[in-house]
């Protein structure tokens, strides 16, 4: 009997995604409809807009756009962050960023965990944005104490799940019917609870510290709090939610409409309060909200050189708005972010030869027919029509955008002032391994691809 292969795991990965969305699906009916908004949008804007549906065909996009996706989870403890990363790891993802949201006043620090090479991408290019509770930062010591003795007791893996990770750390994979099961195990952990682990006084207390600290504490695993589809027209999706009943938030995070676009554009709408019973009560009389929808679009991965000249316009769009921006002042922030990025050059040419963004670069069919590439340079290839260059997708998170997203979900209540900031080590030491540099990614995928159009 020859042995059984192993599961690449990506396909895992691509599984694992598919039955998260199932499941998130099932409980949360809003972000069915949100998807199938989406999912209309992203039809209409291929049909109307065909050098959108050209690009997207050349990168391969164009195939992984319906299953593209990103969720998001908050642990409580170093132990429960370290396994976690184990388990990403059996389905091919892996730590990449570090986020620090203290500056908008929500205690915790931020990883991504995804795949990193651009095949991988291909497969499956499912995000998990998690973030873990930082105790240290809760002033009141009775809570913080209590926070850890509720956390120290709950373990958020199945035995099962638990073994599965050893066997393909052990083993160095899984085999289909390992596979499967650890697919189901692994859904476990991000799974909706309706009972608490705590009495409704002491959620109260949680929460009157902060509502973030309620949410990790008192509960009996990292549900997963939304999953964001991606669309190829965020205003279209933000203008037409109203209309399917949904509100979303006064503004879109992240870089101005534009007509190449960059990095990632982000809209939320807040969830409802759902039923909770505490541990003092025997129906669901409690209610909390965590769970809401979230919808992306995602541009240009941009070079240092291009995030800082995104970062400067931000900060000064932002400063000269001088508060957080909100309904109210929404029209204005949206002029100010226009007014500012209107320094950023807004065409794949400009930015490609200012070095602000990452490109990918293919042979075209002309390149093909013309033959081997001989001593010819990149950028006579380019000219001669032999390669083309399309810009690299962001694959990644920002750190602003993150806590827009977080505070809309929250409540403006939730913003606390720290005096501590940054500590990307101890983020690490609790990982129990270092996060990825997600730019020296985007450099290694745009060489790759340099390599092959020179060497094909
Ligand atoms: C995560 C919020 C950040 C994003 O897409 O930037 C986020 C959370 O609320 O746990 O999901
Ligand atoms: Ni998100």
Same mark, same amino acid.
């Given at each position: 009997m020859t042995a059984q292969p192993f599961v690449s795991p990506d396909l895992i990965r691509q599984r694992f995604s598919k039955a998260m969305s199932d499941m998130y699906r099932e409980e949360v009916p809003l972000y069915g409809a949100l998807m199938e908004l989406v999912e209309k949008t992203n039809r209409e804007v291929l049909e109307r807009q065909p050098q959108i549906a050209r690009q997207l065909h050349s990168t391969g996009e164009i195939e992984r756009l319906d299953m593209e996706r990103h969720g998001a989870i908050r642990v409580g403890t170093a132990a429960e962050l370290a396994t976690l990363a184990r388990l990403f790891a059996v389905m091919g993802m892996q730590p990449v960023g570090y986020y620090d949201l203290t500056p908008a006043g929500v205690p915790v620090h931020s990883t991504a965990f995804r795949a990193v090479h651009e095949d991988a991408l291909q497969v499956s290019p499912f995000r998990v944005f998690t973030s873990l509770l930082r105790?240290?930062? !809760? #002033? $009141?010591l009775s809570v913080r104490e209590f926070a850890e003795s509720v956390l120290e007791k709950? %373990? !958020?893996?199945?035995e099962r799940a638990l073994q599965l990770i050893e066997r393909a750390e052990n083993a160095g994979g899984l085999v289909d019917i390992e596979a499967e099961d650890f697919v189901l195990q692994a859904l476990e952990t991000f799974r909706w609870h309706h %009972?608490?682990?705590?009495s409704a006084a002491q959620y109260q207390t949680l929460s009157a510290q902060h509502r973030l600290i309620a949410d990790v504490v008192a509960f009996k695993g990292p549900h997963i709090n939304h999953l964001t589809p991606r669309t190829l027209d965020i205003d279209i999706v933000q203008a037409q939610m109203p209309l399917h009943g949904i509100t979303p938030k006064a503004v879109i995070e992240?870089?101005?409409?534009?007509?190449c676009p960059i990095l990632l554009r982000q809209t939320s709408f807040k969830a409802l309060d759902e039923p909770i019973a505490f541990? $003092?009560?025997?129906?669901?009389?409690g209610s909390h909200s965590a769970r809401f929808g979230e919808i992306e679009q995602r541009g240009a991965a941009l070079t240092p050189k291009g995030r800082a000249l995104y970062d400067r316009l931000l900060n000064a769009a932002r400063d000269e708005l001088g508060?957080?921006?909100?309904e109210a002042n929404a029209a204005r922030y949206n002029a100010l972010m226009s007014q500012h990025f %209107? #320094?950023?050059? $807004?065409?794949l040419d400009g930015m490609r030869e200012q070095k602000l963004a990452y490109f990918r670069y293919f042979v075209t069919e002309k390149g093909l027919a013309a033959g081997r590439t001989g001593t010819a340079s990149l950028e006579e290839l380019l000219r001669d029509g032999r390669v083309k260059a399309e810009p690299l997708v962001y694959e990644d998170f920002l750190p602003v955008s993150a806590a827009g997203i977080f505070q809309s979900n929250l409540g403006d209540a939730a913003q606390t002032h720290y005096g501590e900031h940054a500590n990307r080590q101890a983020f690490e030491t609790a990982l129990g391994r270092s996060t990825i540099d997600e730019l020296a990614l985007y450099a290694e995928t745009q060489r790759r691809s340099i390599e092959k159009c020179l060497s094909h």
């Open positions: 105790l240290e930062l !809760i #002033e $009141d709950r %373990s !958020i893996f199945t %009972s608490a682990t705590v992240g870089p101005p409409r534009r007509q541990t $003092d009560q025997t129906q669901t009389r508060e957080f921006p909100n %209107s #320094e950023f050059p $807004d065409s």
